[in-house]
C-alpha cells in the first residue's frame, strides 16, 4: 500500500503547501503570479527606504462549514464566478448524493486540497484527471461557495413534483414577477441551484465552478453563467467603498454584516417565518443589469450626481456633508428645488422611504462583448441577501422600477431567486435540512 498512501498524502496536501514543499514561499508567489507585483513591490521598497517590505498577505482561508453558509456575511472579493445549473436526475436519493458530492467538494476546494482521490496529477497517466489543475499552487484566495435552491427545485410546470419537496417550498420563492422595463433575456432566468464563488483570484473562483460542474457531470448541466469583478482591494490595501462601472461608490450605506441585530432582521431567514428548514440560511436575489455607459458616459457630471442623489468624487448625499453623513432628503437647494431629487436612485432606495426595508447586497461588475451588436455590455451583477424576499427585494424593485432617474440608464437583462439553506458540518451536507 506505499503506493497508495503517498498518492493520498499528495492530494490532500494544500495548493499552499505544495507551494511550500516546491520550494515556493509566498513571495514567490506573489511576484510570479501577479503581473502588478513588481510594480507595487518597488512602490513598497520606495515606502520602505529600500529595505523590501514582508509581501502583502493573501486573503485568508475562510471556513466552508459553519451554522450559515460562507459567501453572504464575508466582504466580497475581488472575482465572482456565478452559475445557474439545472438538475437532470429525478430521484430524491440522486438528488441527495449529488448535494454530498458537491458539499465535500467545495469543502475541498475552500481549503485549496484538489479536488477527489488523485487531484490533477496524481492519477494514472491514462485516466483523465479528477481535477483541472489550473489552481494548482495557488491559495485559497478567500474562496467561498455558496448554494441556493430555485423555486423549480421545489416544482415546475414542465418536471412537477420530481424530488417530493413541493411542500417544502417556501411561500416567498418564487421566480420574480415582470418589473416594469424588464428586458430578461430568454435563458438567463432562474435555475434549479446556483453556485456562487467569490475568491480574489479569477482563475481559484473559475476552477471551483469548473470541477463541480465536473462533479455533477451528467447529473446536472449548466443553464447560465456570469463573471463578475470588483477592483482587486487586497492588492493595495484600499479601503475605500468600491467604485461601481459608472463611477460611484457603490455600497456606501449597504447593512453593515458585523451588525448582528440588524443581519437578524434583515437577512437571516427564522424558523417561525413559515420554512423551517431555513432557519440560519437566506434568500438570494439576482439580477443581471445591463448599463447604458455610452449614454451614461455623454451625460454631463450634475445630471449624474442627480440620479442617484450622491456626489461622484466622495459619495456624500447632495443635501451635504461627507460620505457617510446621512441623507436630508426635506432639504432644498439654492434654487428652490429638492437638493436630493425625490426620484433620485438612493431617495427611492432609502429606508426612510421605502417603510424601512433594508438588504445586504452583494452587487459585482461583470463586462461582456455583445456578439450580436459588436457593443460593449457591461453593467452591474446585482446580488442581494435578504430574509423575506417578497417583502424585501421585490418590494423595493417594485418601487425602483416604476420611477428611478437611473432607469434611463440600465436595462435588466438576467434574473433568479434561491433559497440559500443554511451551512453544514463535516460530514454533513447542504441542503440537509431540507432532505434529510
Ligand atoms: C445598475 C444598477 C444599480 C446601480 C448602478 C446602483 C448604484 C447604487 C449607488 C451608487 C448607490 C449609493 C451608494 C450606496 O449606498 O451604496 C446605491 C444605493 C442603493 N441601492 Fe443601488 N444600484 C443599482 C441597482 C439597485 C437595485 C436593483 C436595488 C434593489 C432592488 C438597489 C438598491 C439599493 C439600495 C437599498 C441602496 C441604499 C440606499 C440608501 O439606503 O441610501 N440598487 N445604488
Same mark, same amino acid.
Given at each position: 500500500m506505499?503506493?497508495t498512501?503517498?498518492i493520498?498524502?499528495a492530494t490532500? !496536501? #494544500? ?9 515556493l ?6 511576484a510570479?503570479?501577479?503581473g502588478?507585483v513588481?510594480?507595487t ?18 486573503r485568508?482561508?475562510v @471556513? ?6 460562507a459567501?453572504? +456575511? *464575508?466582504?466580497?472579493? +475581488?472575482?465572482?464566478?456565478f @452559475?445557474?445549473?439545472?438538475? %437532470?436526475?429525478? #430521484?430524491?436519493a440522486?438528488?441527495? =448524493?449529488?448535494?454530498?458530492?458537491l458539499?465535500?467538494?467545495? /469543502? ?9 482521490k ?13 481535477? &483541472?489543475?489550473?489552481?494548482l499552487?495557488?491559495?485559497?484566495? =478567500?474562496?467561498?461557495? &455558496?448554494?441556493?435552491f430555485?423555486?423549480?427545485?421545489? &416544482?415546475?410546470?414542465?418536471?412537477g413534483?420530481?424530488?417530493g419537496l ?11 414577477? *415582470? ?6 433575456v430568454?435563458?438567463?432566468? =432562474? ?10 483570484? +479569477?482563475?481559484v ?13 451528467s447529473?446536472?448541466k ?6 463578475g469583478?470588483?477592483r /482587486?482591494?487586497s492588492?493595495?490595501n484600499? %479601503? ?8 460611484f461608490?457603490?455600497g456606501?450605506n ?17 424558523s417561525s417565518?413559515?420554512?423551517?428548514w ?19 458616459d455623454? #451625460?454631463?457630471?450634475?445630471?449624474q /450626481?442627480d440620479?442617484?442623489?450622491? %456626489? ?6 447632495l443635501?451635504?456633508?461627507?460620505e ?8 432644498l ?6 437638493? $436630493? ?11 426612510q ?6 438588504i ?7 463586462? *461582456?462583448?455583445?456578439?450580436a ?8 451583477f446585482? !446580488?442581494?441577501y ?11 424593485q417594485c ?14 437583462? +438576467?434574473?433568479?431567486?434561491? /433559497? ?9 451536507? $447542504?441542503?440537509e435540512?431540507?432532505?434529510a
Open positions: 506505499p503506493k498512501s503517498k493520498t498524502s490532500n !496536501m #494544500s495548493r499552499r503547501a505544495l507551494l511550500g514543499a516546491a520550494g514561499g509566498a513571495a514567490g508567489l506573489g510570479a503570479s501577479l502588478v513588481g510594480a513591490s518597488a512602490l513598497a521598497d520606495d515606502r520602505h527606504h529600500g529595505r523590501p517590505m514582508p509581501p502583502a498577505p493573501t485568508p482561508e @471556513a466552508f462549514y459553519g451554522r450559515s453558509q459567501g453572504i +456575511a *464575508n466582504p466580497p472579493p +475581488a472575482h465572482l464566478q @452559475a445557474a445549473i439545472d438538475i %437532470t436526475i429525478t #430521484s430524491r440522486a438528488l441527495i =448524493g449529488l448535494l454530498r458530492d458539499t465535500q467538494g467545495a /469543502a475541498r476546494l475552500t481549503s485549496a486540497l484538489p479536488v477527489g488523485t487531484g490533477a496529477v496524481n492519477g494514472p497517466a491514462a485516466v483523465a484527471p479528477e481535477d &483541472t489543475g489550473e489552481a499552487n495557488l491559495p485559497t484566495a =478567500g474562496l467561498t461557495i &455558496t448554494f441556493g430555485g423555486p423549480e427545485l421545489f &416544482t415546475s410546470k414542465s418536471n413534483d420530481r424530488f413541493a411542500n417544502m417550498q417556501p411561500a416567498g420563492l418564487q421566480q420574480f414577477p *415582470n418589473f416594469k422595463g424588464d428586458e430578461l430568454a435563458g438567463r432566468i =432562474g435555475g434549479d441551484i446556483c453556485i456562487q464563488a467569490c475568491a480574489d483570484d +479569477a482563475q473562483a473559475m476552477h471551483s465552478v469548473r470541477n463541480l460542474m465536473r462533479i455533477a457531470g447529473r446536472a449548466v443553464r447560465w453563467t456570469q463573471a469583478f470588483n /482587486a482591494a492588492l493595495n484600499v %479601503t475605500t467603498t468600491p467604485r461601481n462601472l459608472f463611477g461608490r457603490d456606501t449597504n447593512l453593515n454584516t458585523n451588525d448582528r441585530a440588524a443581519m437578524d432582521e434583515f437577512v437571516w431567514a427564522k417565518d413559515g420554512a423551517a431555513m432557519d440560519g440560511g437566506s434568500y438570494l436575489a439576482v439580477r443581471q443589469i445591463r448599463m447604458l455607459i455610452s449614454d451614461w455623454d #451625460s454631463v457630471l450634475k445630471e /450626481a440620479v442617484f442623489g450622491r %456626489t461622484k468624487s466622495g459619495g456624500a448625499p443635501s451635504g456633508g461627507t457617510f453623513t446621512a441623507p436630508d432628503f426635506s432639504k437647494s439654492a434654487d428652490g428645488k429638492w437638493a $436630493i431629487a425625490p426620484d433620485s436612485h438612493v431617495a427611492l432606495a432609502h429606508p422611504n421605502n417603510g424601512g426595508v433594508r445586504l447586497r452583494r452587487a459585482f461588475n461583470y463586462a *461582456n462583448s455583445d456578439e451588436s459588436g457593443a460593449a455590455d457591461v453593467g452591474l446585482f !446580488m442581494s435578504q430574509r423575506d424576499l417578497n417583502r424585501q427585494f421585490v418590494a423595493l418601487q425602483l422600477s416604476e420611477s428611478d432617474l437611473l432607469n434611463e440608464y440600465i436595462r435588466h437583462t +438576467a434574473s433568479a431567486a434561491f /433559497a440559500v439553506p443554511p451551512g453544514t458540518s463535516p460530514g454533513g451536507y $447542504i441542503g435540512t431540507l432532505l
